[in-house]
C-alpha cells in the first residue's frame, strides 16, 4: 500500500498492483479496524457492478 488519505467518513487507499495504481475507497471504521498504513501489505478483491471508462481528450 502506497498512501492513505483518511478523511471524516471514508478513507482513499492507494495501491501499487504490479505497477497499476488502484485507489479503493473505504469507510473510515474500516480503515481503523484494520490498521492500514503506508507500506502494509493488503489484498485487493475487486467486485464492481458498474466500470466508467474515460479517455484523454
Known amino acids: 500500500m502506497t498512501g492513505v488519505t483518511q478523511g471524516e467518513a471514508t478513507a482513499n487507499v492507494e ?21 492500514v498504513a503506508e507500506g502494509s501489505r493488503v489484498v485487493a478483491v475487486i467486485k464492481a457492478s458498474d466500470v466508467i471508462l474515460g479517455v484523454e481528450g
Open 15 to 35: 495501491l501499487d498492483a504490479g505497477g497499476v495504481r488502484l485507489v479503493a475507497s473505504i469507510t473510515a471504521e474500516a480503515a481503523r479496524e484494520l490498521g
